[in-house]
C-alpha cells in the first residue's frame, strides 16, 4: 500500500521498506506523484524499453540534481543507450554493463566509478518501481581504486603568468582566472557571478542563490572578501554592467557552461601543466592564504567548505615555507 507523510518541508512517499521524496511542498501535487508511482508499479516486468527508462529516469532526478550535474548523467547514460541498443530493460544484464565500462578504461578510476554508479542508480530506480529484475548487476562489476591524498597541484607564478599568455586574447577569461586565483571561486560560482552579487561598499561579493534557479554547492550562501587586484578587476568591469546581469558573460550576454571548463583545460595544457584546470586555482588560493598567515577557519568559511579536514586537502605548502615555520619553532628548555 503507498501511502504519502510530511518530513520536514516535503511530502515523502511508503510503499513497504520503500521510502521516496515526492520533492514538493503542496500536498495535491504529492498525491499526484504518487498516483503516477501506483500505475507505473503496475507495469509489467520486461515491457518497459531501455531509452523510455532513461528517459524517465532523467525526467524523475531533474529536480533534485544542480543542471551540471544533470547534464553529466544524461551524458553518461545516453552513451550506455549507445553501446547496448534499445533494448527491453530487463535484457540489460551484467553483459552490457561490462562492455559499456570496457569502453571507458580510458578515465581516471575517479570517473569511471561515477560513470559506473549513474548506471547503477539507473536499474536501482527501476527496481524500486517494479520494471527490472531484482539484483542490480553493476554490483557484480567492481569499483576502481582510487588513489587517496592525491589533489592537484597548485600554480606557480612562472606557470601563472603561462597561463595568462595563453589566454590574454580572451580578456573575460584571464580577468575570470585571476578572480579565482584570488578569491578561491569554483568555476560555477565565476560562471553565475552577477552584478546583483556584487558589493563594493564593503569591498566583497556575495555567492548565493539566483532567481534563474542556481544554487552554490550545499545551498549556502556566503560573503567573499576580495584584496586590491580583484576589485580593481570588478570596478574596471562595471562598465559593462548594463549589456548583462552577469560579471563574467559569454559573447551573447549570457551564462557560460562547458565551453570555459574545457578552454581552461586546454590553456593549462598548453602552458605545459598536466592535469590542470579551474579548480586548480581553489588549490592555489588556500596554499597562498595559509602561507600568508590567514587562520584556516578565515580560508574556510571564504572558500565555502564544510570543515577543515577537508580544506586541509587544499593546501600544498612549500618546502621554502616549511624551513621558515621550522626556523620559527620555539626553543624550549
Not at 598567515?293 to 600544498?316: A, F, Q
Given at each position: 500500500m503507498t501511502t504519502i507523510y510530511a518530513r520536514g518541508k516535503t511530502y515523502w512517499l511508503r510503499d513497504g521498506k520503500h521510502r521516496e521524496s515526492l520533492k514538493t511542498k503542496n500536498k495535491e501535487l504529492a498525491k499526484l506523484r504518487a498516483k503516477d508511482y501506483e500505475s507505473e508499479k503496475l507495469r509489467p516486468k520486461g515491457t518497459l524499453k531501455l531509452e523510455a527508462a532513461i528517459e524517465r529516469y532523467l525526467a524523475h532526478v531533474k529536480p533534485s540534481n544542480k543542471p551540471v550535474h544533470f547534464s553529466d548523467k544524461k551524458r553518461i547514460l545516453q552513451k550506455f543507450l549507445a553501446i547496448s541498443g534499445n533494448v527491453l530493460l530487463h535484457a540489460v544484464g551484467e553483459e552490457q554493463v561490462t562492455k559499456y565500462l570496457g569502453t571507458r578504461e580510458s578515465l581516471s578510476p575517479y570517473r569511471w566509478n561515477t560513470e559506473r554508479q549513474t548506471i547503477s542508480a539507473l536499474l536501482n530506480w527501476a527496481i524500486a518501481r517494479n520494471f527490472y529484475r531484482d539484483a542490480n548487476p553493476v554490483k557484480l562489476v567492481l569499483k576502481k581504486k582510487e588513489p587517496r591524498g592525491k589533489a592537484a597541484d597548485i600554480l606557480t607564478n612562472a606557470q601563472i603568468k603561462k597561463v595568462r599568455l595563453i589566454v590574454k586574447h580572451n580578456r573575460d577569461m584571464e580577468d575570470a582566472?585571476?578572480?579565482?586565483?584570488?578569491?578561491?571561486?569554483?568555476?560555477?560560482?565565476?560562471?553565475?557571478?552577477?552584478?546583483?552579487?556584487?558589493?563594493?561598499?564593503?569591498?566583497?561579493?556575495?555567492?548565493?542563490?539566483?532567481?534563474?534557479?542556481?544554487?552554490?554547492?550545499?545551498?549556502?550562501?556566503?560573503?567573499?572578501?576580495?584584496?586590491?587586484?580583484?576589485?580593481?578587476?570588478?570596478?574596471?568591469?562595471?562598465?559593462?554592467?548594463?549589456?548583462?546581469?552577469?560579471?563574467?558573460?559569454?559573447?551573447?550576454?549570457?551564462?557560460?557552461?562547458?565551453?570555459?571548463?574545457?578552454?581552461?583545460?586546454?590553456?593549462?595544457?598548453?602552458?605545459?601543466?598536466?592535469?590542470?584546470?579551474?579548480?586548480?586555482?581553489?588549490?592555489?588560493?588556500?596554499?597562498?592564504?595559509?602561507?600568508?598567515?590567514?587562520?584556516?577557519?578565515?580560508?574556510?568559511?571564504?572558500?565555502?567548505?564544510?570543515?577543515?579536514?577537508?580544506?586541509?586537502?587544499?593546501?600544498?605548502?612549500?618546502?621554502?615555507?616549511?624551513?621558515r615555520v621550522r626556523k620559527r619553532l620555539p626553543r624550549i628548555g
Open positions: 582566472f585571476l578572480v579565482a586565483l584570488n578569491g578561491g571561486f569554483r568555476v560555477q560560482e565565476i560562471e553565475n557571478q552577477q552584478w546583483d552579487d556584487f558589493q563594493l561598499e564593503h569591498e566583497g561579493t556575495k555567492v548565493q542563490a539566483h532567481a534563474d534557479g542556481w544554487c552554490p554547492k550545499d545551498y549556502e550562501a556566503r560573503f567573499v572578501p576580495l584584496n586590491h587586484l580583484a576589485l580593481r578587476i570588478y570596478r574596471r568591469r562595471q562598465k559593462e554592467q548594463a549589456l548583462s546581469p552577469f560579471i563574467f558573460p559569454n559573447a551573447k550576454g549570457g551564462r557560460h557552461e562547458k565551453d570555459w571548463v574545457t578552454a581552461m583545460s586546454r590553456a593549462m595544457r598548453r602552458a605545459g601543466i598536466a592535469h590542470g584546470g579551474w579548480h586548480r586555482t581553489r588549490h592555489t588560493f588556500a596554499t597562498r592564504a595559509v602561507e600568508n598567515g590567514m587562520d584556516l577557519e578565515s580560508i574556510r568559511i571564504i572558500m565555502g567548505i564544510s570543515d577543515t579536514k577537508t580544506l586541509l586537502k587544499y593546501v600544498h605548502v612549500s618546502d621554502d615555507y616549511r624551513e
